[in-house]
């Protein structure tokens, strides 16, 4: 769901899973991934316990595929990106199709600004798990950024229908709700995409996972205002936003020359290079 109370629910089942089994190699591969997204998105302090997780995923499980993904997880939030490619690379010789170590090199990929290479390792993510719909709608992004147009229309219809499968089973996840605003518009269904975003407000007002996906919708349809409004809410709650990830993402493109938007930007964190 990627917002923080699914984080917060998920870090403590993996945590009860390591008290019941101290050996269990997955369990931390999980809270490291968990406490990866939540240093990414929300706290950064968190960093420590994902880097400390993934070792110790590592060490019980070398030739682990998700145990790899996670340490490579780890490293791209830290903003080393070659490290965390070699880790992905080893994850995906162990298990070609392991969701996770695709899904999560995509976004690694995303961050790092090499988007035709992240759009590829999301297909490939949505065909080992044709009933996700994340890497189906990141993949859109992705291709729009770099300029492949038809690609990332016919790659919106996949993302499309993977949402509207989802929402037919659990009609308030957030994610997909979040997430599904731009696919709908870009498949020309204003009302939805517009339902989806007022249903996820609603339910979820003050996630910052939710109000960037939220901003994005709004830059996409150009209302301008509404779209710094959500940004300037989803900061005043994490109080930064993964820099890495923006600078790459081509949800804000109508609001970059924005002076507000690029006063916010400045207080982003950037890696150095």
């Known amino acids: 769901q990627y917002t923080m109370r699914s984080m917060g ?7 009860k899973a390591i008290e019941i089994d101290p050996n269990f190699a997955r369990a931390y591969a999980g809270l490291a ?10 706290e950064p302090a968190h960093e420590a316990a994902a ?29 080393d990106y070659q490290a965390a490619g070699e880790q992905f690379e080893q994850a995906l010789a162990l298990d070609p199709t392991q969701y996770e170590s695709l899904y999560l ?39 729009t950024g770099v300029g492949l147009h038809d690609e990332a229309k016919a ?31 870009h498949a020309g269904r204003e009302a939805d995409g517009r339902a989806m975003i007022e249903r996820v407000l609603e339910l979820a007002p003050t996630d910052g996972g939710v109000l960037h996906n939220v901003t994005c919708y709004y830059s996409n349809i150009g209302d301008v205002e509404k ?26 493109d109508n609001i970059r020359d924005d002076p507000r938007f690029k006063a916010l930007v400045e207080k982003m964190p950037q890696r150095p290079e």
Request: aromatic share 8%; charged share 25%; with cysteine.
């Open 105 to 143: 090199y995509g976004r690694a990929r995303f961050a790092e600004g090499e988007l035709e290479q992240a759009a590829e390792l999301w297909r490939r993510a949505h065909e080992a798990l044709p009933d996700e719909f994340q890497a189906a709608t990141l993949r859109v992004g992705a291709l």
């Open 227 to 252: 779209a710094i409004e959500m940004l300037e809410r989803a900061m005043a709650v994490m109080g930064t936003i993964y820099r890495d990830w923006v600078d790459h993402d081509s949800g804000f």
């Open 51 to 79: 880097d400390a997780a993934s070792r110790k995923a590592l060490e019980l499980a070398p030739d682990l595929a998700e145990a790899h993904a996670s340490r490579g997880f780890v490293l791209s939030v830290s903003g």
């Open 155 to 185: 790659a919106n219809a996949i993302a499309m229908e993977a949402i509207d499968r989802r929402l037919a089973l659990n009609p308030d996840d957030l994610r997909a709700l979040s997430l599904g605003g731009c696919v709908a518009h």
């Open 9 to 15: 629910f998920a870090r403590e089942m993996f945590q």
């Open 33 to 42: 991934d968990t406490e990866s997204a939540i240093a990414q998105w929300h």
